[in-house]
């Protein structure tokens, strides 16, 4: 089963390594590397790394896309992205301080959209051959209608497709309690979206299965080293890693979502899929780069990830 994983506001994502970074300054990194990003593309990373079936869709534009276009296939991934008329794909610069651990991103707006081409990316989406799951992660581009958004999402999920959603702002609340659309955020981004604080588990569990009920779909809400709260129909599971000593947190949400996606794909049972998609966010968080885990780091702490009814 193929994993589709859309990227509206794609970028090429610059990762400078920088010992003793800080505010204001001249200072040399020890090792760079660009590499095609956006958070779909960091799930699709981190699912091909555990062997899922990807596909990438989502917007590109002028020179930079072309560059992430060339960085993505370098990687090997099956690339069908909408190109827009105007505009440039945004660079996102990644500053990582090896020593205090500190990470520092500095991503840009992206390219304007319109309703016509949002359109375009519909059709393409619509018609892709041999539809599986399907993924929709990270900010909407600027000028995105939010209802064109909500609708697309919609509509894939009204003729039976596995969508799940992973954004926040207005692309969160255009998504959240669309039926049959399944959700996965950060705790920060849940307390965003309701308006209640998300500060522990048991607060995870009750946002979670709120709006659950809502969409009548799966929701799940990560929380960093806390673990991962998952809700679908009358369950609900809190997933909890061993304790692990983090290089760079970025890239965890998306890892642990290309993990779970493929748990599922491959008919793993939710609470399964929950402990899967924990521990590679967690085996994200040991290095430098999106989705850039080794196997090995995943299996050894996947193994040690334990599941709790809530």
């Known amino acids: 089963m193929f994993i589709d994983c859309v990227t509206p506001n794609a970028a090429v994502d610059r990762t400078l390594v920088v010992p003793g970074y800080r505010n204001g300054g001249v200072f040399r990194p020890e090792r760079s590397f660009a590499a095609a990003g956006g958070k779909g593309l960091n799930v699709a990373r981190a699912a091909a790394t555990l062997g899922g079936s990807i596909r990438s869709y989502g917007f590109i534009a002028g020179h930079s896309g072309s560059m992430l276009l060339d960085l993505a296939q370098a990687e090997g991934f099956e690339c069908h992205f909408t190109r827009l008329d105007t505009g440039e794909t945004r660079i996102c610069t990644i500053l990582v301080e090896p020593d205090t651990g500190l990470t520092s991103v500095i991503n840009d707006a992206g390219a304007q959209t319109t309703a016509d081409d949002w359109a375009r990316l519909r059709s393409d989406l619509l018609h892709r051959p041999d539809p599986g799951l399907i993924c929709f992660c990270g900010s909407l581009p ?169």
């Open 142 to 310: 600027p000028g995105s209608p939010p209802s064109s958004f909500a609708a697309l999402v919609g509509e894939l999920a009204a003729v039976g497709q596995s969508v799940w959603v992973d954004t926040s702002g207005v692309g969160l609340k255009a998504a959240a309690g669309v039926s049959g659309v399944n959700i996965k955020i950060n705790d920060e981004e849940a307390a965003e979206l309701t308006g209640n604080p998300v500060d522990t588990p048991e607060d995870a569990a009750r946002t979670a299965r709120t709006l659950a009920a809502a969409s009548g779909a799966v929701v799940v809400i990560t929380m960093g080293k806390h673990g991962a709260i998952m809700a679908a129909g009358d369950d609900c599971w809190w997933a909890i890693t061993p304790p692990i000593t983090v290089i760079s947190p970025v890239g965890s949400g998306d890892s642990f979502l290309g993990s779970m996606l493929v748990a599922l794909a491959d008919g793993r049972a939710y609470d399964q899929a929950l402990r899967a998609g924990t521990a590679a966010g967690a085996a994200n968080a040991l290095s430098v780069g999106a989705g850039r885990f080794t196997r090995e780091s995943y299996l050894e702490i996947e193994r040690e990830t334990r599941i709790e009814r809530m």
